[in-house]
């Protein structure tokens, strides 16, 4: 009674089988063709990703070749072409990609002391870097720097202060947080200043340069 109860599973298992046939193949064709649409997709994105590193070395290479004639009347076709070129590349570029696209842009623009659109250039590389990247913070710091060539304490200490809430990934937050010390010293803005100069004494023993002028700036203030 067992085995004809066993045999019937089988037999019924096995019409089951032979009846829904096509529906597991429809399955099975469906699963293949989903996996190699993934497996396209990241071949393609690598591909793209390596193309966009190779245009980026070109440019790269193109600026460090004009760098030193930048403010040159006779190369200025030559570097806004460049410019122009990197500002269309980079609206379809987004990441450390984007980043470092912008960031080749405001150089350009530092080389020429054209503090405004430097600054412009590097906030737009930190967006295109993200919160979590490396990059962020440098762009920042940089943006800062523009700012301060224009007098603007305010957008540069505000500027510093974004850079610093990177501080565990930025090798130069030592030395935002004393140009955060400086400037609100400069603005008379002491207790900021005491409390910018203190936090660098307190959290950044290993940066020794900028806790010693920390340290002398604390004196000088009474503290």
Sequence with gaps: MQTEEKLSFRE???????????LFFIGIITLVVALIGVVTGVIIHNALTNKAFVTLDAY????????????????????NALVNEI????????????????SIIANIHTDRKS????????????????????????ALYNAAVAAEEQSNADRAIDLYTQSLSYSSSFPAAARAGFALGRLNEARNNTDAAIQAYQNLVDNYSGESVWVNLAHNRLIALGK
């Design 12 to 22: 019924k298992l096995t019409d089951f089988l032979q009846k829904k046939r096509k």
């Design 60 to 79: 790269t290479t193109r600026y460090e070749e004009l760098r030193f004639d930048i403010t040159d009347p006779e190369k200025e076709a030559d570097v």
């Design 87 to 102: 500002t269309i590349f980079v609206k379809s570029h987004s990441g450390y990609v984007g980043a470092r696209a912008y």
């Design 115 to 138: 503090w405004a659109d430097a600054e412009s250039a590097w906030i737009a590389s930190a967006q295109a870097a993200g919160a979590k990247s490396y990059f962020t913070p440098i």
